[in-house]
């Protein structure tokens, strides 16, 4: 009979602590880490700001090609240049003893050009003579370094070029405008392993955020591979950039959706803009975002109320009854639609003759 207490198996390899100490992290009373700085925030309707990539973390945007991913992190530079432009409600924040770093892996030079252009008059930046100190230096790149790295031969030199870039400290946040780009094969587990290791090891040890994107499966909302996986998986946040196809090509920033999160924040953050033609560039939109499902049920909602009330002032069985007949509903169907139309304050009591009516102050 086997004894409980001897092993068969080769000895287990014991391994010394203190050699492991320079790279293994082991919490004490005497080693609170310094708190980390919130780099990148985004605040909703203007109100307040949420981080969304601090020291040390990333922030991924999902999104299929085309949708807008280089205007958010042309703005996310806008915001380090003037902080009072529109930037979608992104803020980028910085002690100015760092820049930003921009990196743009999937343009040509003439698109790159057009997107820094785009960049400075975001920031209210429209001629050289703007864009001048007074010791005749250039004010955009003492904050922002603006850089194409298509050019770069291999994945392996943009992987190497941007680790080194890290180790330099000199960039507090460097946006990769394309993450697929730094790996020969998003599948290829080893090979994303070393880049997403690695890059995680030295933002945390040099405090440098990241702000990056990379394309969604043509089909779904998931980033692409094994390298989409595993950037989401050590994100701080994780936002989906789409189209709302309803809304004449609006674009929404959101993190409510299946993959979405906000590590210390709310997870229903985000921000809608679209293409202005007088600009030249996508603008925030001058509405409050709401999601689209609710925009829908208002719009509904209203119909039913137009339908079944219109100009009358009625009372509430002759509303119930209009809903059942004109409608085909059901009673409770009827008294649960009156509910909603009551809540959403999209019907009132006229107080003279105590019927009910349209809210006039809403609109259609």
Known sequence: MLDLYESKEAPRKHYDIEATSATVYVPNWDNQPVPKEPVVTISPNGGMGYRIASEGNICVVVAQPGVGKSAVCEALCSSALNPRS??????VN???ERKVLYIDSERDIDDHHGSWRRMLLRSGIRSPEDDTMPDGSSFSQSIVDFQLWTTVPSNQARMDLLFNLIESEGYALIIIDGFGDFVRDVNDAEEVDKFASGLRSLIIKHRVAIFGTIHANPNDEKARGHLGSELIRRA??????????????VRKLTTDYKHGKVRNATDNLGA???W???EEMFTSLNMTYRPVEEIIEKDRLMSIAWNTIGNNQLTYDEIRIR??????????????????????KMIVRNDITRKYELNKDLER
Do not use: C, H, P
Request: aromatic share 12%; no cysteine.
């Open 86 to 91: 529109d930037t979608f409600g992104l803020s």
């Open 94 to 96: 910085l002690n100015y």
């Open 236 to 249: 701080e946040s994780v936002f989906l950039l789409q189209r709302e196809d309803d809304q004449r090509g």
């Open 272 to 274: 809608r803009f679209e």
């Open 276 to 278: 202005n033609f007088r």
């Open 323 to 344: 809903m059942e007949t004109g409608l085909r509903m059901t009673r409770k169907q009827a008294e649960t639609e009156i509910g909603k139309l009551f809540k959403t």
